[in-house]
């Protein structure tokens, strides 16, 4: 994917996964994900107990694009 752009504007942005005002992270299709959430994306292995919530927020956004148009 290439739709990682770096948030430097200083402007708080509500994260899709944890549901808080972050200055830093990275848009997904659209959808803020703080870099804290990301981080923990990118090292959640599959057998970690949050693992399903992370995945499952992931669906929702997925899901969401199919509404748009
Ligand atoms: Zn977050």
Redesign the pocket.
Known sequence: MNEKKAITNGQRTT??????K?EK?IYLLNHF??E??EEKLVNTDTDDENYPTYVERLRTIRNTLFTYH
């Open positions: 994260c899709v996964v944890c549901e808080t972050r992270g994900i703080c804290t959430c």
